[in-house]
C-alpha cells in the first residue's frame, strides 16, 4: 500500500537533512536496506495504532527542538561500582574521558571501525534484529538509526565478563541530536551486563540490537535523566537462545518525551526474559514503554513488570505483548503495568495484549492505575512519620516489583538511591 502523501513528504524531507556515514561494504549494504525499510513505512503519525498515545511530531522534526541543560551536581549514575566506562558528548564518543577498551571476556570496537571493514561478524547483526521487529508493528525511527546512525560500538562476549560495561551519555549542547546504534554478541557460555545512564542530547535516537546464544546471560540496566527537556526514542532488540537468560531494567526520571520501544524473540527452549521499568514524571513530562515480546520454542518464560508515578499532569503510557507462536507449548509469560497517580492532573493510558496460538501455557497480564493508598498512610502517620516522607516510603514500596527484576543488588541500591533523591527533589 502505498503511503498517503502527507507522510511521503515529511520522511523524504527529513531523510533529506541526514548524511549517511561512510561505510565499508557490508555495513553500506546494512545501511541502504535500513534506508529501504523507512522510505516503504514512512515516518510516523498521530493515526497509527502505536502512536495514538505519544506524538511523534518533536522526533519527525528536521531540526531538534532546544533542550536546556541540566543544571546541578553531576555526580555520574553507577559511580561507585567497578566497571568500564565509555563515555558519549552529544552521541560523539570522547576516547579521552573513557577508559581502556581494553577487559577480559568481552572484544570492544567502536562502529566506524567495524563498519569501514568489508568484512565483520556483525554483519549478521547489524539492522537484522531490527528488520525482524516490524513483524507486525512498524519501528520507523529505529529504521532511520540503522541508515543514519553516527557512532556507537560493537560488542562480543566471549566469557564471563569481569565486570560491567558502562556507556554514560553527556548533554552539553542545547541543540544537539544524537543518533547512537550499537550490537551486541554474546558467545555460548558468555556473561555480559551492560549499563547506560545519562541524558546523551537534546534529541536521542537510540538503537541497540542483543543476539545472546545457548547458555548464555545478558544483563542490563538504564537511568534515562536529569535535563528535563531532552526528548528521546529507543529501541532494545534481542533474540534469545536455548537455555539463555536476558534480563533489562530502565529508570526514567524527567524529560519531556520518553518513548523506549523493546522487542524480544525467545527462539530456543527453555529461555528467560525478563523487562522491567520505572517511571518518574513531574509537570511536562510524557513517558511511553512499548514492549513485544515473541514465544517461539518450548518452556520459555517472559516478564513484563512497569511501574510509573506521576503527578502535575505528567502521562504515562504502556502497550505491551505477549505473542505465543504455535508450537511455543508451556509458555509462561506475564505482565504487568501500573501507575501511581499523585493528584487528579496525571495520566496513565494502557493497551496490554496477549495473542496466543498454542494450547499449554499460562499467561497473564494486568493494568491497574490508583492513588496513595490512605489507610496505608494513615498507618505511618500514626506512628509519627512525616506525611512525606510516608508518601515516598509508599512509593518505593510500589516501585519495588519493578526493582526486584534487577540482578545485581549493588545496582539494585544505586537505583534506590536515586529514586529516594527525585523523591526528596520532588516533594509537595
Known amino acids: ?134 513483524d507486525p508493528v512498524n519501528r520507523p525511527f529505529a529504521a532511520l538509526n540503522s541508515a543514519f546512525a553516527t557512532d556507537g560500538f560493537v560488542l562480543r562476549a566471549t566469557g564471563k565478563v569481569s565486570k560491567p560495561l558502562h556507556f554514560r551519555y553527556l548533554h552539553e549542547k542545547t541543540d544537539s541530536d544524537a543518533i547512537l546504534h550499537f550490537v551486541v554478541r554474546v558467545e555460548e557460555g558468555a556473561d555480559l551486563t551492560l549499563l547506560e545512564s545519562g541524558p546523551a542530547a537534546a534529541r536521542f535516537n537510540s538503537c541497540l540490537e542483543v543476539d545472546i546464544a545457548d547458555r548464555s546471560a545478558f544483563h542490563h540496566v538504564r537511568t534515562q535523566g536529569r535535563d528535563h527537556e531532552r526528548r528521546s526514542v529507543t529501541h532494545l532488540f534481542a533474540r534469545l537462545g ?10 526514567t526520571a524527567n524529560g519531556r518525551l520518553t518513548r523506549n520501544e523493546a522487542f524480544l524473540e525467545l527462539t530456543g527452549d527453555n529461555a528467560s526474559a525478563h523487562i522491567a521499568g520505572a517511571a518518574m514524571g513531574d509537570g511536562e513530562f510524557h513517558h511511553d514503554d512499548t514492549v513485544f515480546i515473541t514465544h517461539d520454542a518450548v518452556n520459555c518464560e517472559s516478564r513484563q513488570v512497569y511501574k510509573k508515578v506521576l503527578k502535575n499532569g505528567a502521562i504515562g503510557t504502556f502497550q505491551g505483548k505477549i505473542l505465543v507462536k504455535p508450537g511455543a507449548q508451556k509458555t509462561d509469560g506475564y505482565q504487568i503495568s501500573q501507575s501511581l497517580l499523585l493528584d487528579e492532573d496525571a495520566q496513565f493510558l494502557a493497551k496490554p495484549e496477549l495473542e496466543i496460538y498454542a494450547d499449554d501455557v499460562a499467561c497473564s497480564h494486568g493494568s491497574t492505575s490508583g492513588a496513595i493508598d490512605e489507610e496505608a498512610l494513615f498507618y505511618l502517620r500514626s506512628r509519627g512519620v512525616p506525611v512525606a516522607e510516608a508518601q515516598d516510603l509508599l512509593v518505593l514500596a510500589f516501585l519495588a516489583e519493578a526493582i526486584d527484576e534487577i540482578e545485581d543488588d549493588l545496582i539494585a541500591d544505586d537505583i534506590r538511591l536515586r529514586l529516594e533523591g527525585w523523591l526528596t527533589r520532588h516533594r509537595g
Do not use: C
Request: aromatic letters at 8%; proline letters at 5%.
Open 242 to 251: 536455548e537455555d539463555s537468560s536476558f534480563k533489562s531494567f530502565t529508570l
Open 1 to 134: 500500500m502505498a503511503l498517503p502523501q502527507t507522510k511521503m513528504d515529511a520522511t523524504q524531507t527529513r531523510i533529506a537533512a541526514l548524511a549517511m556515514p561512510q561505510s565499508g561494504a557490508w555495513a553500506r549494504e546494512a545501511r541502504a536496506a535500513g534506508l529501504a525499510r523507512l522510505e516503504k513505512m514512512g515516518l510516523p503519525g498521530p493515526r497509527d495504532e502505536y502512536w495514538r498515545f505519544t506524538r511523534p511530531d518533536s522526533l519527525n522534526a528536521v531540526e531538534a527542538p532546544e533542550a536546556a541543560l541540566f543544571k546541578g551536581s553531576d555526580t555520574p549514575d553507577f559511580g561507585d561500582l567497578d566497571r568500564l566506562t565509555l563515555v558519549f558528548r552529544d552521541g560523539v564518543f570522547d576516547a579521552d574521558m573513557s577508559d581502556d577498551l581494553s577487559l577480559e571476556g568481552v572484544e570492544i570496537q567502536r562502529l566506524a571501525d567495524a563498519a569501514a571493514q568489508d568484512i565483520h561478524w556483525a554483519k549478521d547483526l547489524y539492522g537484522v534484529l531490527e528488520a525482524r521487529a516490524h
